[in-house]
């Protein structure tokens, strides 16, 4: 997965909603790894939120995304 993906994407893939990564997502970067991406979470992201996310003391989670489904 070479492009950013969506809100939808990362919530499906962290088991939150959609609402939850739009409030408290603060960046995402891509790692070397195709459909790797590095996250990192707002601060005020409460506490049973930052426990689910299993979050690192930075506020900071990897994931790997499935790669996407061609439309055919």
Known sequence: MSDEP?????????GISEI???IYLSQRGALLTPGCW????????PADLRKKLKL????VRT???PPRRSAQ
């Not at 969506?6 to 962290?14: F, G, N, P, S, Y």
């Not at 690192?56 to 506020?59: H, Q, S, V």
């Open 6 to 14: 969506t809100d939808k994407e990362l919530a499906d893939a962290l």
């Open 20 to 22: 939850q990564v739009q």
């Open 38 to 45: 590095m996250l990192t979470f707002s601060p005020d992201t």
């Open 56 to 59: 690192n003391k930075a506020l």
């Open 63 to 65: 994931v790997m995304l």
